[in-house]
């Protein structure tokens, strides 16, 4: 009964280079939601997905970051030309339904370090 | 708008009691409350809905004013495995879809 699962768990890019960051939700969840947490931060909301649609990307900046739940396969999350400041831990949850007060669960997380 | 958590931290030693408190500026209609520790994901601990309403998890329990916009986090006879970072989680009035947005932690540490 996995949970859900993010790859890698941690990667190293060099500045200006790509990272892309994959989440499988919870098997029966749709809903697929994005955070940043940098060191001694709290978890900063970035995007939320359902299967093949970007339902509120509010928090996630208009350049270089974008997000996708196709279909078939996971979420990704892709930066493109990493800069220093990406560095962070990027956790993705899911929930089952989209109503309020669904609890989500959450990944270990992808470790980001832009060299 | 981020809620606003405090304390940012505090120690306890094993036994003794704690309050984590969360404040929002925003009418609210859900409190989630999540617990991480170290390099490990956030894990659900409980959700409040409706103004008034405590809810427990093991010694763990939690209240929700939400005419004061305000959720507390009580955590009694603390024991090791409490330490980690503490975060309250908000939903304001439905707006169709959930989107929780999280306070910046409170870190706890409980002492031997």
């Known amino acids: 009964n996995a949970g859900v699962m993010q790859n890698p768990r941690h990667l190293v890019r060099r500045r200006g280079q790509e990272a892309r960051l994959r989440c499988s939700p919870m098997?029966?969840?749709?809903?697929v939601y994005w955070y940043r947490q940098l060191p001694e931060e709290g978890l900063k909301f970035m995007v939320y997905?359902?299967?093949?649609?970007?339902?509120?990307e509010s928090g996630m900046p208009k350049e270089r970051f974008s997000a996708e739940f196709p279909k078939e396969g996971p979420s990704i999350l892709r930066i493109q030309q990493v800069v220093r400041g990406d560095s962070a831990a990027y956790f993705c949850?899911?929930?089952?339904?989209?109503?309020?007060?669904?609890?989500?669960?959450f990944g270990s997380g992808t470790q980001l370090s832009v060299l | 708008q981020q809620p606003v958590q405090s304390p940012q931290a505090v120690i306890l030693r094993e036994g003794e009691d704690a309050v984590i408190n969360c404040s929002s500026s925003?009418?609210?209609?859900?409190v989630h409350w999540y617990r991480q520790k170290h390099g490990e994901a956030p894990v659900f601990l409980m959700i409040?809905?409706?103004?008034?309403e405590q809810k427990g998890h093991e010694k763990i329990s939690a209240s929700f004013n939400e005419k004061k916009q305000q959720s507390s986090l009580y955590l009694t006879a603390s024991q090791l495995s409490y330490s980690g970072t503490y975060f309250c989680?908000?939903?304001?009035?439905?707006?169709?879809?959930?989107?929780?947005?999280f306070g910046t932690g409170t870190k706890l540490q409980v002492i031997p």
């Open positions: 949850a899911s929930s089952k339904g989209a109503q309020n007060n669904e609890k989500l669960f």
């Open positions: 098997k029966g969840h749709s809903h």
């Open positions: 997905l359902q299967k093949e649609n970007i339902i509120d």
């Open positions: 925003k009418a609210l209609y859900s």
């Open positions: 409040l809905l409706k103004g008034g």
């Open positions: 989680g908000t939903e304001i009035p439905p707006g169709g879809y959930q989107k929780v947005t």
